[in-house]
């Protein structure tokens, strides 16, 4: 967890930024850590104000692991408050003149 005033202006309230590790680990831990992660939020923030979700642009779908990050914070947080309040961002994505 990272803690910083809003483009450093001290009258502003902290931005509080949660990072949380990939899934789809190989020691099978996805289930645990996403307890955790939903856990966290839940007691040490209280709310979400917003999530970035970070999918590698050079898978074609959503998996299973992700959808159900999805799906246990909709449940979690609500699902109004979850897609009104979420940005995509994607690595791995090829750039040309093209697209």
Not at 24 to 33: F, H, K, N, P, V
Not at 40 to 63: H, M, Q, S, W
Request: with cysteine; aromatic share 10%.
């Amino acid at each position: 967890m990272t803690t910083a005033r809003w483009l450093g202006k001290e009258d502003e309230k902290p931005l509080v930024v949660v990072d949380t590790p990939g899934l789809s680990d190989s020691a099978g831990q996805d289930e645990r850590i996403i307890i955790h992660m939903v856990d966290y939020v839940k007691t040490k923030l209280g709310k979400l104000d917003f999530i970035v979700l970070t999918l590698n642009g050079a898978e074609p779908r959503i998996d299973y692991k992700t959808m159900q990050i999805i799906d246990i914070f909709c449940d979690t947080f609500g699902e109004h408050q979850v897609f009104n309040n979420m940005g995509i961002l994607y690595t791995r994505w090829s750039y040309s003149d093209q697209a």
